[in-house]
């Protein structure tokens, strides 16, 4: 069967969404991919630990997406997933996820809804209003 796709950032929605491809993965014995794409934009805790720690933002971005990822890969192996394999990216989000589903062949992307509100997500666009036009598999968001 083909593997299930699941990004994360960090987010509570996106620990909901490895939790719910975790689970799936683990009952249908499928690959699970975890995939954290970064942005490229520090958050405040990024900025506090590139201080903190006299680093690069580059190599700040580097450890938090390995701090996420491992984090993510043992909650979904405590979950019942078997096989996870984690990819770490950057650039546009929409874009990576799409590029990453038809690489790994992808049945579904599981994404956690972020809470940006209506008026937002209107004038912006979201990552996953944008996945449920393109996407070329199953999408599944999470609240």
């Not at 929605?13 to 009952?27: I, M, Q």
């Not at 043992?74 to 990576?96: K, N, P, W």
Request: with cysteine; glycine share 10%; hydrophobic share 45%.
């Amino acid at each position: 069967m083909k593997p299930i796709l699941v990004t994360i950032d960090g987010s509570e929605g996106a620990r909901h969404a490895v939790d719910a491809a975790a689970d799936l993965a683990g009952k249908l014995n499928i690959d699970l991919w975890i995939l954290n794409v970064m942005d490229g934009f520090p958050d405040e805790e990024l900025a506090h630990f590139t201080r903190a720690e006299r680093t690069s933002v580059g190599d700040a971005l580097d450890a938090r997406a390995k701090r996420i990822s491992t984090e993510a890969r043992a909650r979904a192996e405590r979950l019942g997933a078997r096989t996870v394999y984690l990819r770490s990216r950057s650039g546009d989000c929409t874009e990576v996820i799409l590029e990453t589903a038809r690489e790994v062949g992808a049945a579904a992307i599981f994404v956690g809804r972020r809470g940006r509100g209506r008026l937002s997500g209107l004038l912006l666009g979201s990552v996953s209003q944008k996945l449920a036009c393109l996407a070329p598999c199953q999408l599944v968001i999470v609240p």
